[in-house]
């Protein structure tokens, strides 16, 4: 995520001229050795550290991206926050509620602004369903499911890095990829007001990495260790507006890659968007209502922020395009002193729902989400 959200700062002025800001690339931190100082020949930065603390007290430094494990999030985020920086942060800030909820009091105490890193909401195909449905062209939303199946921790010899570990990466597939779900519930159909969840770990034991990793390492032969989060969580979700809303998540789907999207019911008709696809969305609409058919839409110039990377419809767009927007949106926020975009307190509801979530698959039961 470091690297995708450098090459975003990189780019964001080939997409979005108008901006009145050029970033500058002043330093990368890494405590592992060597790290730091190959991402800065690579990418530019003047500086490399191994301790993200000398950014505080750098006055060059205005703006910090953190892309640490999810443990960190906290200190990191409140710590920069409060010496003056505004901060992009990678979801799902913190390994609970009670995180993400310190890290957006500091940026509010501070008067910062900040970005998190909710990328799916950015996907012009996703802005286009949200204008159908707030709309009204799908008429009243009656149930959807959305689906979040990846297979990068499928593979047995997948190494116990932090992301497997309860005090360091939280929850697993609800902060990983639910909280993208999550999200993106809110954001094209409204308040969470109840959940219900069941959550399971399928590969229970994995082996320690011997040094320090970066993504999902393979690690075989060492000491094995117990995996201490979910592989797989299935939901149900009870809406204010009265809908409801499947959500499924697996980061050990064999055979899926990235299978991300989701499937919205009205009244009236119905839109669909799969991740992997993403330029495409497919809509049912008209007066029909049994045996109604369904067209492919191909997002263009006119849907979210098309028209700053293509010139014309069902030109691809890729998942780096997602981050320029987003970098584009933080930067736009720091020039105006308004949020735009996704920020800590979109960070604050996901991860509200995914503590109910958490206590749901413990007791059995359905969960108030806490306002």
């Known amino acids: 995520m470091g690297r995708a959200h450098t090459q975003a700062y990189a780019r964001v002025l080939h997409h979005f001229p108008q901006l009145p800001v050029r970033p500058e690339l002043v330093a990368v931190a890494d405590e592992a050795p060597g790290r730091a100082e190959e991402a800065a020949a690579q990418f530019g930065?003047?500086?490399?550290?191994?301790?993200?603390r000398e950014l505080a007290g750098d006055p060059q430094v205005q703006a910090v991206s953190i892309t640490a494990p999810?443990?960190?999030?906290?200190?990191?985020?409140?710590?920069?926050?409060q010496a003056g920086?505004?901060?992009?942060?990678?979801?799902?800030?913190?390994?609970?509620?009670?995180?993400?909820?310190?890290?957006?009091e500091a940026v509010k105490a501070?008067?910062?602004?900040?970005?998190?890193?909710?990328?799916?909401?950015?996907a012009p195909a996703v802005a286009a369903?949200?204008?159908?449905?707030?709309?009204?062209?799908?008429?009243?939303?009656?149930?959807?499911?959305?689906?979040?199946?990846?297979d990068y921790a499928a593979h047995p010899e997948g190494a116990l890095t932090w992301r497997y570990q309860r005090d360091r990466g939280g929850s697993g597939v609800l902060g990983d990829?639910?909280?993208?779900?999550?999200?993106?519930?809110?954001f094209l159909l409204g308040d969470i007001d109840a959940v219900v969840a069941d959550t399971a770990t399928f590969l229970t034991e994995r082996a320690r990495?011997?040094?320090?990793?970066?993504?999902?390492?393979?690690?075989?032969?060492?000491?094995?260790?117990?995996?201490?989060?979910?592989?797989?969580?299935?939901?149900?979700?009870?809406?204010a507006s009265g809908a409801r809303v499947v959500l499924e998540a697996s980061r050990v789907a064999v055979g899926e890659q990235n299978n991300y999207g989701f499937e919205v019911h009205g009244t009236r008709g119905a839109v669909f968007w799969d991740f992997r696809r993403m330029n495409e969305l497919a809509v049912s609409l008209g007066d029909a209502y049994q045996d109604q058919a369904v067209s492919t839409i191909y997002v263009g110039p006119g849907h979210g922020e098309y028209a700053a990377f293509q010139p014309g419809s069902a030109v691809a767009m890729g998942y780096d395009d997602l981050k320029v927007v987003e970098a584009y949106s933080f930067l736009r926020s720091i020039v105006e002193d308004i949020p735009h975009g996704t920020n800590l307190l979109d960070a604050v509801r996901a991860a509200t729902v995914l503590d109910a979530m958490t206590r749901s698959a413990e007791t059995g039961s359905w969960a108030a989400v806490s306002s």
């Open 177 to 186: 990829l639910a909280a993208h779900g999550v999200d993106l519930v809110w």
């Open 129 to 150: 369903a949200r204008d159908l449905i707030t709309g009204g062209e799908l008429g009243t939303v009656t149930h959807a499911r959305f689906r979040l199946f990846s």
């Open 45 to 52: 930065f003047a500086t490399a550290r191994r301790d993200w």
């Open 110 to 122: 501070a008067g910062v602004q900040s970005a998190v890193g909710f990328n799916y909401r950015n």
């Open 209 to 239: 990495p011997t040094g320090a990793t970066a993504g999902h390492t393979r690690a075989a032969g060492g000491e094995m260790g117990p995996v201490e989060n979910e592989d797989y969580v299935s939901s149900l979700l009870r809406l």
């Open 70 to 81: 999810n443990f960190l999030h906290r200190e990191i985020g409140v710590a920069l926050a």
């Open 85 to 104: 920086k505004h901060i992009w942060i990678e979801k799902p800030v913190g390994l609970t509620a009670d995180d993400a909820r310190a890290v957006a």
